[in-house]
């Protein structure tokens, strides 16, 4: 997968990720999701900055938070409220652990990178399993997005691991 990446330029990756997230908004579980969880994107991944700036005054975004080994999801309210998190990845500024944040019965869609995904609805996630545990405790609908170059026929899964309801990529959807 990381040769494959390195075969596209940044502008290509960028072009892709729109297309991406193009075919993502066409969706009926977005056209009707009111509250939102997705990740703000590393190099290599498909790019979601624009996206949330698009949309967080329309829906509810959320992106996640690395505490310890969990993710914690947390309304995204601008890009001021970003700090740089344990992987110089980019996450809303933590409230105290006392306040309450969000239920996650309102989180109608869960949008989740990973490696690689196959036609099977399977993800491999970077091992940490922070995903896995998050999607282990959310009913919302999972939509895994992915460059086409990620998508396999089948990759290897551990029983812990998620499926996707869906998967987009830039020439279909799953």
């Not at 992987?87 to 309450?100: H, N, R, S, V, Y």
């Not at 099977?120 to 609908?141: C, E, Q």
Request: hydrophobic letters at 40%; a negative charge.
């Amino acid at each position: 997968m990381a040769l494959r990446k390195k075969e596209y330029s940044r502008t290509t990756l960028s072009e892709l990720s729109q297309q991406i997230m193009d075919k993502l908004e066409q969706t009926d579980a977005f056209k009707k999701a009111n509250c939102i969880a997705l990740y703000h994107a590393i190099a290599g991944e498909v790019q979601t900055a624009d996206f949330i700036e698009k949309w967080y005054e329309k829906k509810k975004i959320l992106l996640p938070v690395i505490e310890g080994s969990d993710l914690r999801l947390l309304p995204y309210t601008g890009k001021s409220s970003l700090r740089s998190g344990i992987f110089g990845i980019l996450e809303p500024a933590t409230p105290d652990k006392d306040e309450k944040v969000m239920d996650e019965k309102e989180i109608d869609l869960i949008i989740v990178p990973g490696v690689a995904f196959d036609r099977l609805h399977n993800r491999m996630g970077r091992g940490k399993g922070y995903y896995d545990r998050l999607l282990s405790t959310l009913s919302a609908l999972k939509i895994g997005i992915c460059f086409d170059f990620q998508l396999q026929n089948e990759i290897p899964v551990e029983p812990f691991d998620k499926k996707m309801d869906y998967i987009i990529t830039e020439n279909e959807v799953i």
